[in-house]
Nanobody, 126 residues
Framework: VQLQASGGGAAQAGGSLRLSCVLS????????IGWFRQAPGKEREFVAT????????YYSDSANGRFTISRDNAKNTAYLQMGSLKADDSAVYYC????????????????????WGQGTLVTVSS
């Protein structure tokens, strides 16, 4: 399984960005997808996750209400639409795949995700 994250870049505070994550090598619907981020000097933290069908999503407190996770199973792609960006959102964002096609998206632990993308850098200036 390979994951390719893209869409990062520079944004102004209050602006928006959309990240994409393409999965190849296996059936996309066999996986729940999660987004994590890691800022310099900080531990990797959970951002959002989505079930294999897209029907269930779960967000961190910091992402809830500002970010939207979605997926297009026909394109083997998951997205993270980020809005109302803050300087604290600056980080390398990683997408990850959790095997199992779980009905509900509840996994916020990085240890539950088996495959990881290379990360895409988001920089928000205030």
């Amino acid at each position: 399984v390979q994951l390719q994250a893209s869409g990062g870049g520079a944004a102004q505070a209050g602006g928006s960005l959309r990240l994409s994550c393409v999965l190849s090598g296996r059936t996309f619907t066999s996986y729940n997808i999660g987004w994590f981020r890691q800022a310099p000097g900080k531990e990797r933290e959970f951002v959002a996750t989505i079930s294999w069908s897209g029907a269930s999503t779960y967000y961190s407190d910091s992402a809830n209400g500002r970010f939207t996770i979605s997926r297009d199973n026909a394109k083997n792609t998951a997205y993270l639409q980020m809005g109302s960006l803050k300087a604290d959102d600056s980080a390398v964002y990683y997408c990850a795949a959790q095997p199992g096609s779980f009905t509900y998206a509840t996994s916020r632990s990085a240890a539950q995700y088996m495959y990881w993308g290379q990360g895409t850098l988001v920089t928000v200036s205030s």
